[in-house]
């Protein structure tokens, strides 16, 4: 622990950065007890601190220290407490007793001390002091720079310090995640992170290109956050300063770890925040900074007013917040735009644009007289709004009003209502914003990249945290959505990898179960059949709605899933329609308006105004639709008009997880300490919710239980030899395994502390720090005699130096003398005259070779640096390249398996399809078999007919015998009136006879009326029946077609898997709404089968009876026409896809789903066969009784 001394380093920030050594040395002389000291749960403050007066069985009376009250609880209730020398512990590893209620007090004694950074075993946890600290002033990023973890207070300067120092040794590309619910910190820390790298790594001298760079290559990467913050970040229910996107900023370095560049992407902007806010937040705040009047040429160049609300579209929650100052942020704005080498041009046009969006909002439109047709209602805002885009305002109004929309290869002109033309205007009004926004990364970073050379990056990843409102739609599922897959992956590095990595290597453990698997939620969302697939098969159908996509959710996934309930309604909050059980909580979310966000329609006729726009950057932000060609060539592929809004964003989520995982890792986890954004109050039971969430508690269980650090065998060999070299022989090959197990056997450390793989030694948390500093002592020491050995050696030099220019001195001397004694010889005064002239020719040569070399010597140079300089460039592209490739490699490699697993789910349901297919065959042939019987049958009841009619002659010549008897009778009964009186009683008898013969005539006259009848209806029957016999006979023929084309066509399908991935969804949705279909069929025809056997219960009248077979007949025959005319369309359809060689997947689904609904359609049929023979049989049965009556009158008359 640094004493006070050392900690003068930190300047201001020392006493928010670690205890005096005076509360140190109090804390361990403080009395303690560690046998009655505990901590008990309390249901107002979660737990409180006690002291253990007696222990009677499982029950514990204690007494509470705030205030002497005495409580008895369970003896497994209570929490040890950790000695006082461990109050505000740096890392909270380190404790003796570890449970929830150490940490908790652990982090409020911190936070009461304004100590906000804790490390928590390999990450470090933050918690937002809601006002300013002095902890990021630039003596404590020196202070910070290349101090060791343990060397130096908890802070994200060490954090950021220690992924540049990993990256410098490990030669690895780093990322620092910093998570954390919505207004936990992370804007904050981002930015100290993206501050600390780009002070320490400054890439040598500051260049300035005229008219591109107006700031240093540092000095843009910090000026980005307060332009994006300015556009991107809004004031929320829980966050003055909430970031509404995602960034993943990539800071590259060279070699050396200079500063080289940097890029920013981003995720997500919520840009239904433009046109919408909730009474308790606010828009973005560029809004509010342009109409603060600090800048007067804004509004007068926007045509904005100082009153924000003048403009509806930004005023229906908040216009102030009080923790930030709009004018200072204009400012910050303002020079940001600068530095970042934005032209004077493109800055104008961006606040024009700006002040363009709230116009969007203040234009009106109103009902034509006896129409629905929109018109507008003034022009002054549209004139306004036309001006700053560059438009002409009759052509956009007109846009507006009636907009052209394409049908078939011509446009014709649309009619709009007042609620469509309002609804377009603030979705263009959205989609300029969002546009603007998206273009001003792209600007930014193109002014980042310096064509330096990159060797490696470190990421710093900022994105909206976990989100639980009063009212929750698409935007906060993404968001929650992409934190619980931050979550995941935070597990999934700290848990699962590290205790797999345990098991590869052989260490012995036993595999712990820390139930952080978010699995269930994940899957719901983002599988087929999930929310986001729902969502978009929703999309695809003109006539869907929110309910049917509501609907559609409850029948997929209600009862079926844990992760996905049905809300609670609650009164004063707004309408759920669903709720997701996410890792941070229940949510319930409303989905009203998702399939419209989702689809993010545009008024392509406003589109094109835009694209002829004179406002050069409304018409870069809009570029012109590629041509149809050009969009074909490219195979078939998601993209363009087609890329919903969820699509778009689990791509882009996909990019970020493949870049994260090909980083190593650091974690920074950020606490909301209250709701109430009040500075030092810390609310227990929000936060140990979040410690519970965040995998906090577990991080720290398996620091202290895992080996946090390893170290290769032969690195390890390599960096702590020093320690004791004499254990590995000099000359003598050893094994690295055997080197690192002998130098550590002779080391004066705990040997439980470490364990040794096949390839790794593996340390307890803290053993490593006791190496390095063993370490340092070592190289001090050896470094110190080495020192020592040195000077020695260059002084021994220096006196030797010394001797031979003493005697050096005496040589010069005596040729002195000599000079002297012979200068005024007269030889020698002719040997001064003549040996200036024997050298004079060879130098003049001489100095002539040597210029020319010179020359030439200069011009390679030159050549050699050109080429060195353009191999560099080339070198920087192939490195950006490589990153590009190795990302889509990657993305490849992921939808590759995808494909892999829907081949082998093809080839299951191919194997199915054929089973069935010969099912139906098989029924097929039965099928045959019955109708053979039912045509001898219909032969038999023909032999029958013809019987019949043979009675019904004999009953008419009967009937003309009887007429001829009548004739005979009334003869007799002239002849014999003048026997009247004598035989009354014989003509009464008579008359009753002649009543009941015409009586019974009549009868039979009927009679034979419904026979004819009948053998009509039958004779229809056979002709149907002998119909449906070839229609199937045919079908079969068909499927037997059919199946060979698809045998043929599955060999070519191989080759085209990633095809097979789009058309699969499709289809399946296709097949769940063909099998929705015939469920209801199936239903209406069961509905009409129980109505038809009540009907025959009744079984009074023939005649009735006939008559509704008759109409169920002719329904059967609309229905089989229905059905035969969609499988012509749907024979149709597939016979237009099988022309195309890339669409054959589809075919072969299709086909898969057609043979699926014959299966159906065949089943329905055979019932409907059946259902005809039976009736069929019953009117057969009904007929000879009716014939066997008629035969039993004529018997009785006669």
């Known amino acids: 622990m640094s004493t006070d001394a050392e900690m003068a380093v930190y300047g201001k920030a020392a006493m928010y950065l670690r205890k005096p050594e005076k509360e140190r040395i109090e804390a361990q002389n403080r009395p303690f007890d560690a046998k009655s000291a505990c901590y008990v749960p309390d249901a107002k403050e979660l737990y409180l601190k006690a002291t253990i007066i007696k222990k009677d069985g499982g029950k514990v009376t204690v007494k509470l220290l705030e205030n002497d009250e005495e409580r008895t609880v369970k003896e497994d209730e209570v929490s040890p407490m950790n000695p006082p020398k461990f109050d505000k512990i740096e890392d909270m590893a380190m404790m003796t007793h570890l449970n929830e209620a150490s940490v908790l007090y652990n982090l409020k004694e911190r936070y009461a001390a304004w100590m906000i950074y804790t490390y928590s075993g390999l990450f470090c946890a933050t918690v937002n002091p809601y006002k300013w600290l002095p902890v990021y002033d630039s003596e404590v990023v020196s202070a910070y720079r290349g101090k060791k973890r343990m060397e130096a207070p908890p802070h994200i300067f ?32 981002t930015k100290r992170v993206i501050q600390y790298f780009a002070t320490i790594s400054t890439g040598g001298e500051k260049k300035q290109q005229p008219g591109k760079m107006q700031g240093s290559l540092e000095d843009q990467i910090i000026a980005a956050n307060p ?183 011509e446009y014709v002109t649309k009619g709009q209502t007042v609620p469509q033309v309002l609804n377009s205007v603030t979705a263009l009004a959205k989609s300029i914003y969002e546009r603007m926004f998206l273009w001003m990364v792209i600007r930014i970073n193109q002014m980042l990249d310096t064509k330096q050379q990159r060797n490696f990056f470190i990421g710093v990843l900022d994105i909206a945290g976990f989100e639980i409102f009063d009212f929750n739609t698409l935007e906060q599922l993404c968001i929650n959505f992409t934190n619980e897959k931050l979550q995941q992956f935070f597990n999934h590095h700290m848990f699962v990898l590290e205790q797999e990595e345990y098991k590869k290597e052989g260490i012995i453990w036993e595999f712990i179960d820390f139930g952080m698997d978010l699995a269930a939620c994940i899957e719901l969302i983002e599988k087929p059949m999930g929310i986001f697939s729902i969502l978009e098969e929703e999309c695809m159908f003109p006539k869907a709605t929110d309910t049917s996509f509501k609907n559609k959710l409850y029948d997929q996934h209600l009862g079926k899933t844990k992760a996905f309930e049905k809300p609670k309604p609650a009164k004063g909050k707004a309408e759920a329609h669903f709720s997701l059980v996410h890792y941070a909580g229940t949510v319930d979310y409303n989905i009203a308006g998702w399939l419209d966000k989702n689809k993010d329609p545009l008024n392509e006729s406003v589109i094109q105004l835009y694209q002829k726009s004179s406002c050069k950057l409304l018409a870069v932000i809009y570029p012109p639709a590629p041509a149809e060609e050009a969009g074909k060539k ?53 936060v140990i919710h979040q410690l519970r969430c965040n995998g906090v508690l577990e991080g720290i269980r398996i620091c202290r239980k895992g080996f946090p650090s390893r170290i290769l065998y032969g690195d390890f060999k390599q960096r702590y030899k020093v320690l004791n070299a004499s254990v590995i022989p000099e000359g003598q090959f050893i094994d690295n395994k055997k080197a690192s197990e002998k130098l550590l056997g002779s080391i004066d450390v705990n040997h439980d502390e470490y364990r040794f793989g096949h390839t790794k030694v593996f340390f307890k948390a803290g053993l490593l720090g006791t190496l390095e500093e063993m370490r340092d002592e070592k190289l001090a020491t050896l470094v110190t005699m080495t020192q020592a050995a040195c000077r020695g050696f260059l002084m021994r030099k220096e006196f030797v130096k010394m001797m031979e220019r003493r005697e050096a001195i005496y040589t010069i001397q005596y040729n002195v003398r000599s000079f002297m004694n012979v200068k005024h010889w007269p030889w020698m005064k002719v040997y001064y005259k003549i040996k200036p002239l024997l050298k004079s020719a060879e130098t003049e040569k001489e100095l002539a070779q040597m210029k020319e070399n010179y020359d030439k010597m200069k011009t390679d140079l030159a050549t050699a640096l050109a080429k060195k300089k353009e191999l560099e460039e080339k070198m920087v592209s192939l490195l950006q390249e490589k990153n590009d490739l190795q990302l889509q490699v990657a993305s490849e490699s992921e939808n590759l398996s995808d494909a892999e697993e829907r081949c082998e789910g093809l080839i299951k349901s191919k194997i199915q399809l054929e089973a069935k297919l010969k099912e139906i065959t098989e029924r097929l042939e039965d099928e045959e078999e019955i109708n053979a019987e039912l045509t001898a049958k219909k032969r038999k009841l023909e032999d029958e007919c013809s019987e019949l009619k043979k009675d019904i002659d004999d009953l008419e010549l009967t009937l003309a015998k009887v007429e001829k008897e009548k004739h005979a009778t009334e003869n007799k009964v002239k002849n014999l009136t003048e026997e009247m009186a ?75 898997l990633k095809l097979a991935q789009e058309s699969i969804m499709d289809l399946e949705n296709d097949k769940q709404q063909s099998e929705e279909k015939l469920k209801k069929k199936d239903f209406e025809i069961s509905q009409l089968l129980s109505k038809i056997e009540d009907e025959q219960s009744l079984g009074a009248q023939l005649q009735k009876k006939i008559k509704e077979l008759q109409a169920r007949i002719e329904e059967l025959e609309e229905e089989i026409e229905a059905e035969r005319a969609a499988r012509a369309k749907v024979e149709k359809q597939r016979a237009d896809l099988s022309r195309e060689l890339e669409e054959i997947s589809e075919r072969l689904e299709e086909a898969g789903g057609a043979t699926a609904a014959q299966i159906e359609m065949n089943k329905k049929r055979e019932a409907e066969f059946q259902k005809l023979r039976r009736d069929l049989e019953e009117a057969t049965l009904q007929h000879e009784a009716t014939a066997a009556a008629l035969r039993k009158k004529q018997a009785d008359s006669c």
Do not use: W
């Not at 540049?164 to 992370?186: C, H, P, W, Y």
């Open 158 to 189: 060490s954090v950021s310090d220690n992924a540049f120092q990993f990256m410098l040794t490990d030669r690895e590309n780093q990322s620092v995640l910093i998570t954390g619910e919505s207004g936990a910190g992370k804007t904050v820390n």
């Open 227 to 409: 332009l994006l913050e300015a556009y991107g970040n809004a004031k929320t229910v829980r966050n003055d300063n909430s970031s509404r996107f995602g960034k993943f900023i990539r800071i590259h370095f060279g070699t050396t770890g200079k500063l080289a560049s940097a890029d920013i992407e981003t995720y997500l902007l919520e840009k239904s925040r433009v046109t919408f806010q909730l009474p308790d937040e606010r828009g973005y705040h560029i809004f509010y900074q342009m109409m603060t009047n600090h800048k007067p040429e804004l509004i007068e160049m926007s045509l904005l007013t100082t009153n924000p609300y003048d403009f509806p579209m930004c005023s229906m929650g908040q216009i102030t917040v009080k923790s930030i100052d709009d004018k200072v942020e204009l400012e910050a704005t303002d020079n940001a735009i600068d530095i970042l080498g934005f032209t004077n041009e493109e800055k104008m046009s961006i606040y024009k644009m700006t002040g363009a969006v709230l116009h969007h909002g203040n234009m009106k439109f109103k009902q034509k007289q006896r129409e629905e047709q929109a018109e507008p209602d003034g022009t002054e805002d549209a004139d306004k709004v036309a001006y700053l885009l560059g438009l002409n305002s009759a052509d956009m109004l007109k846009a507006l009003c009636y907009p052209r929309v394409k049908v078939g290869n």
């Open 634 to 686: 490219g195979g078939k592929k998601k993209g363009g008009s087609m890329q919903t809004v969820s699509s778009q964003f689990r791509e882009n989520l996909g990019k970020l997880m493949t870049n994260l995982r090909s980083t190593h890792p650091h974690f920074v986890r950020c606490l909301i300490p209250n709701e109430s954004k009040t500075p030092g109050l810390m609310e227990n039971f929000l």
């Open 982 to 1056: 004598s035989q009354d009683e014989s003509i009464a008898k008579l008359t009753k006879e002649k009543k009941a013969l015409q009586e019974a005539h009549q009868q039979t006259l009927d009679d034979l009326q419904a026979e004819e009848d009948k053998v009509n209806t039958l004779t229809k029957s056979k002709t149907k029946l002998e119909q449906q016999v070839d229609d199937l006979e045919g079908s079969l023929e068909q499927e037997k077609k059919l199946r060979m084309d698809l045998e043929r066509a599955k060999r070519k399908l191989e080759g085209d």
